[in-house]
């Protein structure tokens, strides 16, 4: 079993930044892929970053503003937003493909007003 706990959403203005951080129980090394994915009130959970063995991918909306980082040693992802806008605003979800199963973290709210 792997747990994710996500922390350093909150309230911000457009324009500003946040850092937000997943923590995992078990070694990150180890797993195939970790991602940041978000779900607006109403809305599908969509893909905002990912990371893995390939390299890193970003939803469109993210491309030039957002950057998924690994630290192995820590065994945290990060999830710089810079430049946010309020349709940024959601709930952010952390997840984990590893050898035993997918696993979500319980998510972190980013509120960007305007």
């Known amino acids: 079993q792997v747990q994710l706990v996500e922390s350093g959403g909150g309230l911000v203005q457009a324009g500003g930044s946040l850092r937000l951080s997943c923590a995992a129980s078990?070694?990150?090394?180890?797993?195939?892929?970790m991602g940041w994915y978000r779900q607006a009130p109403g809305e599908q959970r969509d893909l905002v970053a990912l990371?893995?063995?390939?390299?890193?991918n970003y939803a469109d909306s993210a491309k030039g503003r957002f950057t998924i980082s690994r630290d192995n040693a820590k065994n945290t992802v990060h999830l710089q937003m810079n430049s946010l806008k309020p349709e940024d605003t959601a709930v952010y979800y952390c997840?984990?493909?590893?050898?035993?199963?997918?696993?979500w973290g319980q998510g972190t709210q980013v509120t960007v007003s305007s």
């Open positions: 997840r984990a493909v590893t050898p035993f199963g997918n696993y």
């Open positions: 078990g070694s990150i090394r180890s797993f195939g892929a």
């Open positions: 990371s893995s063995n390939g390299g890193t």
